[in-house]
């Protein structure tokens, strides 16, 4: 046994004697059970802010074989990989570790039939299950709603698939960034055509999964009040490019609403509005070393852009019939944009920064992470929390942004090793002896 396999079985046997709840309160969702056979990010990210709720989220992996390492695909998706005591990289990717806090995870091989039945008990136990399976997969696993609600009526069978259950595309596999384009996010997205630099850009994180997560998350509570009330279980049907459609938000509407009918399709418009002026990125007065500096003038009214031309010095713009109003100003953003960015140039980022905040009118600085991450503010608001890990002695993870003033968000399980909890689990769900999980583990069930 190698040096980190040993310090790996050596934290498996210790993690139990660290679990201390992180507040003495009621948890908002304390006593609700998930089942979570999701993996990657839409599911994962769902999962992991019911579990920040106080769920028991119970995370269900693939045990390690001779040609694969197990577990969610996440864990393997870097560099970067977390560092261990020893200073060595670890198996754990940090993309893994941004998604799957406060959750258990247990091995099961849900390909062989022992593996199956021992999922359809855990099913029995639990409220919810989640999974990101192709349509059909669960199936044949015996592990769809249908064979799952003959088991738990009240069960809340959860689906996230690419192109849903339903629908000419439901059999293709879905990921985010194909989504993105085939969504019209792409198309919105990115410098404008005529521009240097114009064409198709994916957003910098995975939104389509991201927001899909957080559907699911807002569907799967409704439907835990509905099985509550009723004691009747129902299935969610989520799909990534449904969600991606539902967030075309004002663009979808200006669409459908007008052009449609007038043959204008929203195109992409760099890091300008669409529909408000001036609401974009400005080019100002270069830094001491004379590299070039930028801010977010955000004015989102009409009041907002009367301050901004009185701290601009210059008062007219808001009385020029042109400019007075919004729905002017987009008309004639194309005279406006060129005199501001003039204007803009005249003075240092720290300087407008300082008479935009004075004067109520919003604005902001343009950050790395790394600023991000040291920005008091942020820091102020518990954005950065530190996590004890098994195999190191401390995390820094971003945190839930869910602030509840009687049943703060939980923060008493580092995201977990492969198959941590198996033992666990087994015994608090199940009430399964040792000697049972042992047998499983001797069969390669778990």
Known sequence: MGMQQKEKATALATTETRRVAHNGEMNALDGIRILDLSRVLAGPWCTQTLADLGADVVKVERPPGSNHPGGDDT?????????????????????????????????????????????????AQAHVFVENYKVGDMARYGLDFDALRAINPQLVYCSITGFGQTGPYKDRAGYDYAIQGMGGLMSVTGERDDLPGGGPQKVGVAVADLFTGLYATVAIQAALRHAERTGEGQHIDMALLDTQVAMLANLGANYLVRGRDDGKVPGRAGNAHINIVPYQVFEVAPDAQGQPQYIILAVGNDSQFAKFCAVAGVPELATDERFARNASRVRHRSTLVPLLERVMKTRSKADWLAALEAAKVPGGPINNL?????????LSRGMVQRWQHPLADAVDLVASPIKLSATPVRNDLAPPLLGQHTAEVLRDWLNAPAERCAALQQRGIV
């Open 370 to 378: 790394a600023e991000v991450f040291a920005d008091e503010h942020i």
């Open 75 to 123: 864990r393997g998706w870097g560099p970067p990989f977390l560092r261990g005591r020893d200073g060595t990289d670890t198996a754990e990717a940090a993309y893994y570790l941004g998604a799957n806090r406060n959750k258990r995870s247990i091995t099961c091989d849900i390909a062989q039939p022992e593996g199956q039945a021992l999922i359809r008990e855990l099913a």
